[in-house]
């Protein structure tokens, strides 16, 4: 994920169509899987979208410019 993406969350343009209601970590689980298949996910919703990442990409955004920087 680049820099470019997550500044979409961090600073809103204009309206508030990107502006984030709630994020944070969420369990989700594939159709038809047993308990055990049960994953952790990051999820942004906003106005006009619900997204899910692996890890928290506002973390690995400051992790990335910690030691990049």
């Keep these: 994920m680049s820099a470019a993406s997550l500044t979409a969350f ?3 343009k204009g309206g508030a169509s990107n502006t984030v ?7 989700i689980s594939s159709k038809g ?15 006009t979208s619900l997204v ?7 973390r690995i955004h400051h992790l990335y410019s910690l030691f990049y920087y």
């Design 10 to 12: 961090e600073r809103p």
């Design 21 to 27: 209601f709630k994020s944070g970590p969420l369990f």
């Design 33 to 47: 899987m047993s308990w055990k298949s049960w994953k952790k996910r990051w999820f942004i919703l906003t106005r």
């Design 52 to 58: 899910f990442f692996k890890n928290d990409p506002v």
